[in-house]
């Protein structure tokens, strides 16, 4: 939602050429409150008043506009103007930046940056997306074994306004390889003998990420070691970079709404919904209704086959019957594609999986058949026809519910052990699956129960 409180007098402030009320504007609030004020502008206009303040507010105000609009000013504006504020954007941020940005324009801005900034940037663009590299920042504070104590707190003061992390401190030998690390409150608490080598008081036990891992295993380990940032080495183990815990963050926010849109039937959008195209939306969600549309099929096939072995009573509660096992196997492929997500289960697990499904099954199974024997009741049809009848419905449910929870489980788990992600075996499909399932079911209870069913 756009907030335009100030938007009348930006507007009227930008006709004026008020360039000091628009100085005062950009660097009295932080930027994460000042950018909101901004978003009724247009691109041109948004650049005009970033214009008017100096490069570290310019830079920090630009960071907090909308996607869209950075891209849009980079691609608009006078490339000597934004270079600047390409140049100051940590080095992760700007690729993918520069990744949505016209080719013709992104030359031009590259040939207008330092040749460092210029190297760093082409290096990070040659990594895979969804790696370890390609997420990485190469904004850290590199040490040697011999740098003492009191060296290390001025390098860290000289360069801690152009870093993304201060905390940690990596100690790299004359080759570039990574020796070990050091905390800012390690140096801090170590002053009391400031000409200490750092080689004294660093951890040598670092643990690394190849620059060829995925984002998941790296936000994994980060997670899992409770880690501000974690550092990325090439296969040799020299060291590039580190990805910060900001980073982490994004990369668990993105897979989490892959995986959303994955088990709700949709494939994962590559742009925010809104820039997502029509067409482009409409085949990634088409795709999975075609797929749904053929196993709905299959279920009219399969109740038009077994229609004759329904008796007029029993139609009633086809609904009810398929639905439990949809249900009870949604619950359980949720329950597991979540579980693999957060490394809480891998595939050797499959065994205590099946078997605690098993036994959930039969749970909440007997919990639907106890409910049913009671509800049935009330249908006067089905009373009258005594207690076989009575018990079909129920027994159907308690099976349906089993079958369910065990086609729920297994399925993300072959998925996995097939290579693909389990969260592709979305709710809906499961759903459809047990929709044939639960049909048979029903009619092969009702056939065994009832003698008048043939």
Known sequence: MINTLYLPELREMLAAQDREGLRVFCETL??????????????DEQWQVLRETDLDHRTDLFSYLDWNRQVAILATQPPAEVAEVVAHLPADDRVDLLDEVPADVVDQLLLLLPPSERRDILRLRQYPEGTAGAMMTTDVVRLTETTTIRDALNELSNSAHNLEMVYYLYILDQDGYLRGVVSAREILSAMRNPTRPLSEIMNTD?????????????AELVAKLDLLAVPIVDASGRFLGIV??????????????????????????????LRTGLFELAQKRGIWLVILFFCSLSTAFTLQHLEAELLPWMVAFVPLVISAGGNSGGQAATLIITAIARGELSLRDWSKVIGREIRMGFMLGGTLFLIG??????????????WMAVL???????????????????????????????????????????????IVIYVKVATLILPAVT
């Open 30 to 43: 932080h930027p994460s409150q000042t950018a909101p004020f901004m978003e009724g502008l247009t691109a």
């Open 206 to 218: 670092v643990i690394a990420a190849r620059v060829t891992d995925h984002q998941e295993d790296v």
């Open 244 to 273: 910060t815990h900001d980073d982490v963050i994004d990369v668990v926010l993105e897979e989490a709404t892959a995986d959303a849109q994955q088990m709700a039937a949709v494939q994962p959008l590559e742009a925010p919904y």
């Open 373 to 386: 024997l009671v509800t049935m009741w009330l249908f006067p049809q089905v009373a009258a026809l005594g």
């Open 392 to 438: 079909v419905v129920p027994l159907t449910l308690n099976i349906i519910v089993i079958a369910g929870t065990l086609t729920g489980a297994t399925l993300p788990l072959i998925f996995s052990r097939m290579g693909w992600d389990p969260a592709i075996m979305s709710n809906p499909l499961v759903a459809g699956i047990m929709d044939v399932m639960g």
